[in-house]
């Protein structure tokens, strides 16, 4: 896996969040969760992350929630990789070996280097809302 479960949720939330918000609407983390099939302790945390970093935001309150306002900056995708995962998601190993590098690959390293490369290119150029965009809510990646 190249992304940890957290790194996986926290796109979803963020995707399924934009994919709302263009309808002005606010989500509670119970809704959330559910939709994105995320236990909500770890969902909220998740969200505390994303609010704190500017990602998404939140109002507090009987008409509160999430949501992404729909005029703040884009957001590369890249850029939420980055913060739940670490800069270095795309150098880790894709058996999970400690010791895989050129000198001493492991038995998939070319093939994963190569494909990692490609991925991350991609999603340094593709923003969050434009993965939102091309998202139906019934598409298997909001629901599993």
């Keep these: ?5 957290k ?3 926290a796109l979803k939330a963020a995707i399924y969040l ?7 609407k606010k989500l509670g983390i119970k809704e959330l969760a559910k939709e994105i099939e995320s236990p909500e302790p770890f ?3 998740i969200l505390q992350e994303l609010v704190r970093a500017k990602i998404i935001s939140s109002n507090k309150g009987p008409n509160g929630g999430f949501y992404i306002d729909p005029k703040a900056k884009p957001v590369l995708v890249i850029d939420l ?3 739940i995962d670490g800069k270095d998601s795309f150098d880790r190993c894709g ?9 001493h690959p492991c038995p998939i390293h070319k093939e994963f280097k190569s494909y990692s490369s490609r991925l991350k290119k991609l999603l340094t150029t593709k923003t969050l809302k434009e993965f939102a965009e091309s ?4 598409d298997a990646f909001i629901n599993n």
Excluded: N, Q, R, W
């Excluded at 896996?1 to 479960?5: E, G, Q």
């Excluded at 934009?18 to 002005?24: A, F, L």
């Design 1 to 5: 896996m190249m992304f940890s479960k």
């Design 18 to 24: 934009y994919i709302k918000s263009i309808d002005g």
């Design 135 to 138: 998202v139906e809510l019934g």
């Design 81 to 83: 990789i980055d913060l």
């Design 43 to 45: 969902t909220a945390k």
């Design 95 to 103: 058996l999970g070996l400690k010791e895989c590098s050129e000198s």
């Design 7 to 9: 790194c996986e949720y």
